[in-house]
């Protein structure tokens, strides 16, 4: 028997799965709710009994990201202790989202530029969040001799831009594959924390195999972004 609820819950998640694209493609502001409504086989109307409104379907959609994010990302950090590990765990989780759910990192990085002031700032707290992280992180290593910077907040958010970076920029076709992204990144990041000496090929991989160009189909960019690709060979 179906529980009072989980129709609409099983409704909403549809809509999210077509917000995602449709944002993604078209825009925030471009999107409409009778695309988003025809999308999942409703009528206009209907929707509303799943969202408030354009505004609030945004605010929802980019809040249980970025809390499901959160929650998988400490998951992670809280099986490890030493701070280097930690590190590399961090930028292993953000470069393997962005590449596997890139419209979801696309529409993190992007939209937040549309939510009124009041939603702003419940969903800045949360990607604040993140950087409180490193920033923790770095403190730990600074304290154990591993890290050497000036001013560890600033070192927190340097290391954040460069994860955030590849959301924006980084569409695959002739291409890094994913662990060679790791790779490069990973080193950058321990350059920037005062590791010179940092060897790439001790970096583990972040998942049980490689990725190899086979596995990447090319995709368009989103709206406004060309479709030409940045990495190449």
Not at 21 to 27: D, Q
Not at 50 to 65: N, S, V
Not at 145 to 158: M, P, T, Y
Request: proline share 4%; net charge neutral.
């Amino acid at each position: 028997m179906r529980q009072r609820g989980s129709h609409r819950a099983g409704t909403f998640s549809a809509i999210k799965a077509a917000g995602i694209r449709l944002i993604y493609e078209h825009g925030y502001e471009a999107m409409t709710l009778r695309m988003l409504a025809r999308s999942v086989g409703l009528e206009s109307g209907s929707l509303y009994y799943h969202i408030k409104d354009k505004q609030d379907f945004l605010f929802r959609l980019l809040k249980e990201i970025i809390e499901a994010n959160i929650a998988a990302l400490d998951e992670k950090l809280a099986e490890l202790d030493d701070p280097e590990e930690q590190i590399r765990a961090f930028i292993c989780f953000f470069i393997t989202h962005q590449w596997e759910k890139k419209e979801e990192a696309f529409i993190i990085s992007s939209e937040v530029r549309s939510l009124t002031p009041e939603n702003y700032q419940v969903i800045n707290g949360l990607t604040r969040s993140f950087q409180d992280r490193v920033e923790e992180i770095v403190r730990h290593g600074v304290a154990r001799g591993k890290f050497r910077v000036r001013n560890v907040g600033v070192a927190a958010i340097a290391v954040c831009d460069v994860l955030s970076g590849p959301a924006r920029w980084y569409y695959p076709k002739e291409l890094l594959v994913l662990d060679e992204m790791i790779e490069m990144i990973t080193e950058m990041v321990f350059r920037l924390l005062g590791v010179p000496a940092y060897a790439a090929n001790t970096i583990p991989l972040c998942r049980n195999a490689a990725s190899s160009a086979a596995d990447i189909q090319p995709k368009a960019g989103p709206a406004g972004f060309p479709a030409r690709h940045l990495w190449v060979r």
